[in-house]
């Protein structure tokens, strides 16, 4: 699965925006720049105090709701300015399509709670280790 095209496709239906416009937004605001990366999103969640939500995004179950507030703070101000104004947008209505979008990517991106296959294996989890390191 292509998790860069599941993505950009929930943000494109939600904003009305090409594809193209949504994946440099979105390895701008879920990376590194250069990057999608869905692992550090969830890891993000988990440091924080939003581990239960990122739980129930990965879990099989109903997905837990996060505020556009949490959103912003997860993320960062200036990365979410920075992705609207790359798509055109408000700032409000990217945090609401996010809010909307983050929990069915997250979902639809893991098998029984792992992203394993999502970032490439063990080869890409390692890969994904050495950013903490």
Do not use: C, H, R, Y
Request: charged fraction near 15%; charge should be negative.
């Amino acid at each position: 699965m292509d998790i860069m095209n599941l993505a950009s496709g929930l943000i494109a239906n939600k904003l009305g925006v090409d594809q193209d416009t949504i994946s440099g937004a979105m390895n701008g605001l879920i990376g590194d720049g250069d990057q999608f990366d869905l692992g550090s999103l969830v890891s993000n969640l988990q440091s924080g105090d939003l581990g239960d939500i990122a739980a129930s995004w990965l879990g099989d179950g109903e997905n837990a709701s996060i505020s556009t507030d949490q959103i912003q703070n997860l993320m960062g101000g200036d990365k979410i300015s920075a992705a609207a104004a790359q798509l055109g947008t408000s700032e409000g209505s990217l945090l609401e399509t996010l809010q909307e979008a983050l929990p069915q990517l997250v979902d639809q991106s893991s098998s029984g709670g792992s992203l394993l296959d999502s970032v490439g294996g063990i080869g890409g989890l390692a890969s994904m280790a050495k950013k903490f390191l």
